[in-house]
C-alpha cells in the first residue's frame, strides 16, 4: 500500500514537470528553428555581401586603369599642344619669309625690266660710245665684261630669288600640313580624354549603386545578426529554466518521497519520543556570499583593460575585441589577457570561479544573464559586448535584466 502511494505522487509530480517540459521544449524549439533560419539568412547576405564587395573591387580595378590611360593621354595632349605651338610658331615665320622671298622677286624683277626698258629706248649707242670712250683696249674690254657681269648678276639673282620662293612657299606647304596633322591629333586626344572621363564617371556611378547595394545588405546581415543573438538569448533562458524545473522536479520528488515515509511511520506508532522534531529541508537563498580572491590581479586593472574596447563592434562568435566580439568572447579574450582562463561560451562561463552574492559583487567579477556576460565595473555598472546594434559599452545599469549569478574568478 505505501508503495503504491508513493509511485502515485511520483507520477503527479512527474506529470506536473512534463507539462512544463513541452511548453518549454516548444518555446525552445521555436527559437532554435527561429535561430536556424536567421544563420542561413546570414549566410546568404554575407556571401552576398561578398560578391557585391567583389564587383565593387573589379570595377574600382577598372577605374584605376581609365584613370592611368586617362592620365597618359593628357600627358600626351600637352606634350602635343606645346608641339603645335611650336610648329605654328615656324609656320608664321616661314609665312614672313616668303612674303620676303616675294616682293624681293618682285623688286629685282622691276629693276631688271627699267634696265632692260632703258637700254631699247636708248638703244646701243650706250653701250657703244662707252667702249669708244675707252683709253685703251683693255679698258674697252673691262667695259665689255662689266655690262656681261651685270647682266649675269641680274640673271642670277632673279633665279636666287624664284628658288627662294619655292623652297619656302614648299616649305610653307609642309608646314601647313604638318599643323593640320597635329590640329587633327590634338581633336583625336580630346575626343579620347572626354570618352575616358564618359567612362569613368559611369564606373564611378556603378560603384555609387554597388555601394547602396552593399549598404542595405549589411544592415539586413545585422538584423540577421541581431536575431540569431535574440535567439540565443530565447533558448539560454529556456535551458535554464529546464534545469531549474529538474532540479525543482527532483526536490518535489524527493519531498514526496520523505512525506510518504513519514506518513507511514505516523501510522505505525513509530514517531513516540519525537513530538519536537521537524525535517530540515535546508536553502542557500538567504546566503551572504563574498568570497575571498584567488589571485593577485587586481579588479580595477581589469575594468580599465576592458575600457580600452569601448566603441569597437560586437560581431557574433567574435573572440577578438580589437576587430569585434561577442560577449563570452570580449569577457574571456579580457580575463585572458591577465592569464585567466575561462571557456569562451556565455552558459558555460556561469560555473568559473566561486559564487558572489550581487550585494557584494567588486569590480573584475562576472556578471552571468540568461544569454549574455558582462563584466562588473562597481557602484551598479558593467562593461560588456552588448549587441550587434551597440558594440562594446560600459556603464550601463548592471540589474538591467534579470541576473543568474555573480562570479568571482579573480
Not at 653701250?127 to 647682266?151: G, K, P, Q
Not at 549598404?215 to 545578426?225: I, S, T
Request: hydrophobic fraction near 35%; include cysteine; glycine fraction near 6%.
Amino acid at each position: 500500500m505505501k508503495s503504491k502511494r508513493l509511485a502515485a505522487a511520483l507520477l503527479v509530480v512527474v506529470l506536473c514537470f512534463s507539462q512544463f517540459t513541452v511548453a518549454f521544449a516548444n518555446k525552445k524549439t521555436d527559437a532554435q528553428n527561429k535561430k536556424k533560419e536567421a544563420e542561413e539568412n546570414l549566410d546568404k547576405k554575407n556571401e552576398e555581401i561578398d560578391k557585391i564587395q567583389k564587383e565593387q573591387q573589379s570595377i574600382q580595378n577598372e577605374i584605376d586603369q581609365l584613370d592611368s590611360q586617362l592620365v597618359q593621354v593628357m600627358i600626351d595632349l600637352s606634350t602635343l599642344e606645346e608641339e603645335l605651338a611650336t610648329k605654328q610658331d615656324e609656320l608664321a615665320q616661314t609665312q614672313e619669309e616668303l612674303a620676303q622671298a616675294q616682293a624681293d622677286e618682285a623688286n629685282q624683277y622691276e629693276a631688271m625690266k627699267k634696265r632692260i626698258q632703258f637700254m631699247y629706248e636708248n638703244g646701243d649707242s650706250t653701250m657703244i660710245t662707252s667702249f669708244l670712250e675707252a683709253d685703251n683696249i683693255s679698258d674697252m674690254l673691262n667695259r665689255v665684261e662689266y655690262f656681261n657681269e651685270m647682266y649675269s648678276y641680274d640673271r642670277q639673282l632673279l633665279v636666287t630669288y624664284q628658288q627662294t620662293k619655292e623652297q619656302v612657299a614648299a616649305l610653307k606647304q609642309q608646314q601647313e600640313t604638318e599643323v593640320a596633322q597635329l590640329q587633327q591629333t590634338q581633336a583625336d586626344y580630346q575626343t579620347a580624354a572626354t570618352n575616358y572621363q564618359n567612362t569613368i564617371a559611369k564606373k564611378q556611378n556603378s560603384m555609387d549603386g554597388f555601394g547602396e547595394k552593399l549598404k542595405q545588405a549589411q544592415a539586413l546581415a545585422a538584423q540577421y545578426q541581431d536575431t540569431i543573438s535574440e535567439q540565443n538569448t530565447v533558448i539560454a533562458k529556456e535551458e535554464e529554466r529546464e534545469a531549474q524545473e529538474r532540479e525543482q522536479a527532483a526536490r518535489a520528488a524527493a519531498q514526496a518521497a520523505a512525506n510518504q515515509n513519514n506518513n507511514s511511520h505516523s501510522g505505525t506508532g513509530s514517531s513516540s519520543g519525537n513530538s519536537g522534531g521537524n525535517s530540515n529541508t535546508g536553502s542557500s537563498g538567504g546566503q551572504n556570499l563574498n568570497p575571498a580572491h584567488t589571485t593577485s590581479v587586481s579588479g580595477s586593472a581589469v575594468v580599465q583593460y576592458a575600457l580600452n574596447f569601448v566603441g569597437n563592434p560586437y560581431v557574433w562568435g567574435g573572440k577578438d575585441p580589437n576587430t569585434g566580439a561577442d560577449c563570452s568572447g570580449f569577457t574571456s579574450y579580457v580575463y585572458g589577457h591577465f592569464g585567466i582562463s575561462i571557456p569562451s561560451y556565455s552558459y558555460a562561463q556561469r560555473s568559473v570561479g566561486q559564487e558572489v552574492s550581487y550585494e557584494n559583487a567588486q569590480p573584475g567579477d562576472l556578471i552571468c544573464y540568461a544569454g549574455h556576460v558582462a563584466i562588473y565595473m562597481g557602484n551598479g555598472q558593467i562593461v560588456h559586448a552588448k549587441g550587434t546594434a551597440y558594440g562594446i559599452v560600459a556603464y550601463d545599469n548592471a540589474t538591467y535584466r534579470p541576473i543568474i549569478t555573480v562570479r568571482r574568478v579573480l
